[in-house]
């Protein structure tokens, strides 16, 4: 069974930046996303950036248009790690983040995906 760990979150101010990663314990072939959702209080597990880690379209990316331009997700391979760069927080960007993997028939459903970390809390204040 992999496991992921999510490290990288903290409090900063609006504007900031950070930077989650992802250490995957091991990689299947079904790990054919590798995913970052976030979820703040009261509301539903959202995706906001997704990297395709194998076959024709390895490397493609993909984000939600909340992050777009603001948040880059990448894999080092090697490592087996994945990261989110976000840059230019906002208040709203506010919410547990979450790495996931697995082979989803709709990469913006969480429920599609087998494997969890137990996410890195992300506050961004004025």
């Known amino acids: 069974q992999v496991q992921l760990v999510e490290s990288g979150g903290g409090s900063v101010q609006t504007g900031g930046s950070l930077r989650l990663s992802c250490a995957a314990s091991g990689y299947t072939n079904d790990m054919i996303f590798m995913v970052w959702f976030r979820q703040a209080p009261e509301k539903e597990r959202e995706g906001v950036a997704f990297l395709v880690t194998r076959g024709p379209n390895r490397g493609d990316t993909y984000y939600a248009s909340s992050v777009k331009g603001r948040f880059t997700i990448s894999r080092d391979y090697d490592k087996n790690m994945l990261y989110l760069q976000m840059n230019n927080l906002k208040s709203e960007d506010t919410a547990m983040y979450y790495c996931?993997?697995?082979?989803?028939?709709?990469?913006?459903?969480?429920?599609?995906?087998?494997?969890w970390g137990q996410g890195t809390q992300v506050t961004v204040s004025s």
């Open positions: 996931a993997a697995g082979r989803p028939q709709n990469i913006y459903h969480a429920t599609d995906y087998t494997y």
